[in-house]
């Protein structure tokens, strides 16, 4: 009975630590400087000390599990939070950036267009 218990306790210790560890969030994906990006996914707020000030979204294009930096507007930055609130799926279109240090490249959004689901459209007033 003893060694159930260590073992649920391992496990349970173990799940906790994998689930604080950090996320891919730590690099992001980037392309040369000055070519067009455009991606269906998820946008989340930007966790953390951006590299540039300007970044203020995280963007998860599909199933990938890399992230794209977004720096937006005021009026594409406020459609941009409402989607995060409601997790709608968006449509962004943008130019690559690049940000005074090495290894900081970031997509400076021109265009969002929100794709709200069935089920969003079914159940919002």
């Known amino acids: 009975m003893n060694s159930k218990v260590r073992r649920i306790a391992l496990l349970t210790m173990a799940l906790g630590f994998a ?14 400087a000055g070519t067009r990006f455009g991606d269906n996914g998820k946008v989340s707020f930007h966790r953390g000390q951006p ?7 995280d963007f998860h294009a599909g ?20 989607a995060v609130r409601s997790r709608d799926r968006v449509r962004i279109s943008g130019i690559w950036k690049r940000g005074r240090e090495t290894g900081c490249s ?10 709200s689901s069935f089920w969003n459209r079914l159940f919002k007033p």
């Open 19 to 32: 689930a604080c560890a950090p996320t891919a969030n730590l690099m992001a994906k980037s392309g040369p």
């Open 51 to 57: 590299c540039t000030s300007q970044i203020m979204f």
């Open 63 to 82: 199933r990938s599990k890399t992230v794209v930096w977004l720096a937006a507007g005021a009026r594409d930055s406020k459609r941009l939070s409402e």
């Open 106 to 115: 970031y997509v400076d959004v021109t265009n969002v267009a929100v794709e």
